[in-house]
T-cell receptor, first 116, second 113 residues
Framework: GNSVTQMEGPVTLSEEAFLTINCTYTATGYPSLFWYVQYPGEGLQLLLKATKADDKGSNKGFEATYRKETTSFHLEKGSVQVSDSAVYFC???????????????FGKGTLLTVNP | EAGVTQSPTHLIKTRGQQATLRCSPISGHTSVYWYQQALGLGLQFLLWYDEGEERNRGNFPPRFSGRQFPNYSSELNVNALELEDSALYLCAGQRTASYNEQFFGPGTRLTVL
């Protein structure tokens, strides 16, 4: 079955540091890949996505590249801010048998804390 | 445009009771997914509704059920509540069944005492 493995946190960085959160996946076919962010007490917000190999998703300074050869989708940001403190989830979806059914399979989440 | 809404924000029940959670997707979005976020178990797919029909369910017992209304809003029912049902329940809407991007609501925190 499908699965997502992401680096376990927590990750603690100083403001303006470089961020990498590793994510690898197992899936048949060609899944779409996502990063979601969850701020304290809130639901999930889509941060970025990529739907095919070598696609780069980007948003708010965050980037991730769909690497099919290494089955990875690592999240990076060049300079983090205190406001980036949140839990980050890597996820995949792929078309189910019979079409559609894009249920998401999530990694366990990585807690990022950015200190001033 | 209004985002995905869920109600109530918090729900406290005792073992054996029933819980009803509600979700309204973005206007015009026809598919609704439900996920459970339990401590230590991460986010798990529960149910998928599209055009008023249950299309798929995750590895959860039948006491988790729901429905989707003609206006595409959805309801999740959990019968015979158990302590381990305590979790954040997230609903996500999707424009159509074939449009692969989900928009999440803020969730309902269910506590079972």
């Amino acid at each position: 079955g499908n699965s997502v493995t992401q680096m376990e946190g927590p990750v603690t960085l100083s403001e303006e540091a470089f961020l990498t959160i590793n994510c690898t996946y197992t899936a048949t076919g060609y899944p779409s890949l996502f990063w979601y962010v969850q701020y304290p007490g809130e639901g999930l917000q889509l941060l970025l996505k990529a739907t095919k190999a070598d696609d780069k998703g980007s948003n708010k300074g965050f980037e991730a590249t769909y690497r099919k050869e290494t089955t990875s989708f690592h999240l990076e940001k060049g300079s983090v801010q205190v406001s980036d403190s949140a839990v980050y989830f890597c996820a995949l979806s792929r078309e189910g048998s019979g079409g559609s059914n894009y249920k998401l399979t999530f990694g366990k989440g990585t807690l990022l804390t950015v200190n001033p | 445009e209004a985002g995905v809404t869920q109600s109530p924000t918090h729900l406290i029940k005792t073992r054996g009771q029933q819980a009803t959670l509600r979700c309204s997707p973005i206007s015009g979005h026809t598919s609704v997914y439900w996920y459970q976020q339990a401590l230590g178990l991460g986010l798990q797919f529960l149910l998928w509704y599209d055009e008023g029909e249950e299309r798929n369910r995750g590895n959860f017992p039948p006491r988790f059920s729901g429905r989707q209304f003609p206006n595409y809003s959805s309801e999740l029912n959990v019968n015979a509540l158990e302590l381990e049902d305590s979790a954040l329940y997230l609903c996500a809407g999707q424009r159509t069944a074939s449009y692969n991007e989900q928009f999440f609501g803020p969730g309902t925190r269910l506590t079972v005492l």
